[in-house]
């Protein structure tokens, strides 16, 4: 029952969020322009591929993980701009070359010190965000005009984002995904039982490293749009509210992705109503509105339906202690 309720909810999803824009025509008047079109497709591609990747991570409790890759990507967008310029591609580059050293830096304490893993990420993630920001602080202070706007990536710039963008973010996303379902097995039993993977003989230590950079790349890609602040959120709420409505990871996955999309394309749909609403931010809250709908809906996991089974079994109890005493 249910698994029925998890395909039919992300149906459901994959359906409103088709009508998404033609309602909002309808409804609101809304203007379909290049930009709006862009934008929702950039975030219901990130949400999607942020959704799959991100249930991995919430499972294996790497939450924070994300959190500190995403703000270890700041200085390498500042070193990658003061290399090549302002061009996407080489900015990408730099801040996926610097959450990657990221990564490498918490693996390395973990294993040569006691310091425990959620100590390890906040040094990590403070160190590399405080040295983005002074190198940011440089950057605008070059008599250079071109790095106007540099700083966007800190909380993102969704209307900067072209066709080309787009093109880049589907090709690499759908990369991920063919890796994500080539390794399904062997990131699956390293996520639920690590240690009979490695008594499998299964390269547990390359297998993690992999997976660990599908999700700095998803970062990456969603550093334009959600920025290194928000881009956790996008990574981790899908997951998070998908968990609620299945125990499969399989369906998981796909609804976490159902989900990320929803959220990427209505946040955008939703922004462009009004130019003073910003669209990461409001991607996010859309994001954070599925977990608590979730969370209280979910059957069997939600707080609705555990009041109405302990009210049921308060009942139940008290009708038992009456026929006992009659």
């Known amino acids: 029952m249910t698994e029925r309720r998890a395909w039919r909810l992300m149906l459901a999803l994959l359906a409103l969020g088709f009508l998404m824009l033609p309602l909002s025509q309808a409804l609101f008047g ?13 975030g219901s591609l990130l949400g999607a591929l942020s959704g799959a990747v991100g249930c991995f991570a919430v499972l294996r409790r790497e939450s924070l993980l994300g959190d500190a890759l995403s703000h270890a990507a ?18 990408l580059v730099g801040a996926g070359i610097a959450s990657w050293l990221g ?34 602080t440089t950057i605008q202070s070059l008599p250079d005009a071109s790095q106007a706007g540099l700083d966007s990536f800190i909380f993102g710039q969704a209307a900067a984002i072209i066709e080309s963008d787009i093109a880049l973010l589907g ?16 990131f699956k039993l390293l996520t639920f039982d690590a240690d009979f993977a490695r008594a499998d ?31 956790v959120g996008l990574l981790i709420a899908p997951a998070i509210a998908a968990r609620q409505w299945t125990h499969s990871l399989e369906q998981m996955v796909l609804l976490a992705a159902a989900l990320g999309a929803f959220a990427g394309g209505s946040g955008a749909v939703i922004s462009a109503l009004d130019s003073d609403i910003p669209t990461g931010p409001m991607i996010i809250v859309v994001a954070f509105a599925l977990v608590l709908l979730s969370i209280t809906l979910a059957p069997g996991r939600g707080l609705l339906w555990n009041q109405l089974r302990q009210r049921k079994n308060r009942r139940q109890l008290r009708s038992r202690r009456l026929e006992s005493g009659a």
């Open 30 to 42: 809304l203007r379909l322009t290049y930009t709006v079109r862009v934008v929702a497709l950039g």
């Open 171 to 186: 090709g690499i996303g759908l990369l991920v995904m063919v890796l994500l379902a080539l390794f399904w097995k062997e």
């Open 103 to 136: 990564l490498r830096l918490v693996a390395a304490i973990l294993r040569s010190t006691r310091i425990k893993q959620d100590a390890a990420l906040g040094i990590v993630l403070v160190s590399f965000f405080a040295a983005g920001i002074a190198l940011l």
């Open 201 to 231: 003989g299964l390269r547990s230590g390359l297998l993690d490293a992999l997976l660990s950079t599908l999700v700095v790349i998803t970062i990456v890609l969603g550093l334009q749009l959600a920025g290194v602040i928000l881009m």
């Open 74 to 91: 700041l200085p390498g967008v500042a070193i990658g701009f003061l290399l090549a310029g302002r061009q996407l591609g080489a900015l």
